[in-house]
């Protein structure tokens, strides 16, 4: 795998304001990416956000948050590395670009859009209480990966992330 120092990078997103189902969907998929031994991306702010870089933080994980202003205080305070970009919700795509997988908890039109991006860059998506696509023949997208639980997210985001990214190895000459 093509992983920084062999780390797996997990994206979660998700609504700013989130219901209390979302928050402890989100923490409980904060806590077990940590467990698993990945690095949490998301956006940095609250919401579903805030909740699952809190319960990867519970779990001693490492937290990315990927901030749209300007200034690194705007990161919630389970934030350990504030990206800061300026680039308001263009930044979206950098979220989605630094995980090996995107987990989508709940969301609104920004969750939406990353979303978009991922299944856009073929990154593999994880859904759980999100967006659901609807093609033009009237049939659900096959490209997000729709799970109940949040244990059931990060399996399938780690599974995902294997098949996606196979090994180097030195007998390849890679």
Partial sequence: MTKAK????????GESDASRQNYKLAEEV??????????????????????????AKSAGGL????L???HHDQAN?????PIVTGLGYARNKLVVKTGYAVIAI??????????????????PVVGLGTWE??????????????VRSASEAVETALNLIKKQYKPRTKERGI
């Fill in 133 to 146: 696509l609807i093609r033009g023949n009237g049939k659900v997208d096959q490209g997000i990966n729709y």
């Fill in 30 to 55: 904060g806590r077990l990416i940590a467990k698993a031994g990945a690095v949490l991306i998301c956006g940095g702010l609250k919401g579903v956000m805030e909740a699952a870089a809190k319960g």
């Fill in 77 to 81: 305070p389970y934030i350990d590395i």
């Fill in 6 to 13: 062999g780390k797996m990078f997990i994206s979660v997103v």
């Fill in 106 to 123: 709940g969301g609104k039109y920004g969750t939406l859009s990353e979303i978009a991006f991922a299944l856009g860059y073929g990154v």
């Fill in 68 to 70: 749209p202003g300007s």
């Fill in 63 to 66: 937290t990315v948050g990927i």
